[in-house]
């Protein structure tokens, strides 16, 4: 069972306000930039990319029905933004996956331990280094 939905309501509210600038310069970490599907607002959520190939994968820690994962599946794509990296990907797809292996091992059991084994995996169209 992936992280409880109330969990994921406060760090909307709160955490990913006070760390989304911040997480911009973890490695591996930064906001996948998307669009609501119902406002056609610009959101910006902060997550981790995993890249395999010419594949960005993203593991979804509060499972396949959060907002931004059903905003950038009603998009069909979305942008990963980090301080050095700009990354454009389309054609989103939900994956369940108990092996998780499409995440590094040391990965594999922190997701086991939160229950997590949806990913989301998207096609990389474009990169760039971000000025």
Do not use: K, Q
Request: proline content about 8%.
């Amino acid at each position: 069972m992936p992280l409880p939905r109330w969990l994921g309501r406060f760090n909307v509210r709160v955490t990913n306000r006070i760390l989304g600038p911040i997480v911009m310069y973890v490695p591996g970490y930064g906001r996948v930039v998307h669009v609501g599907r119902r406002t056609g607002r610009i959101h910006r959520t902060p997550v981790m990319l995993f890249r395999r190939g010419d594949e960005g994968v993203f593991a979804l820690t509060y499972g396949p029905r959060t907002e931004w994962v059903r905003n950038v599946l009603a998009a069909g794509a979305c942008r990963f933004e980090s301080a050095r990296l700009s990354v454009d990907l389309d054609r989103p797809e939900l994956v369940h996956d108990p092996s998780r292996r499409f995440v590094p091992w040391p990965m594999r059991l922190v997701l086991r331990v939160l229950g997590a084994s949806d990913f989301l995996v998207m096609h990389v169209v474009a990169e760039a280094p971000r000025r």
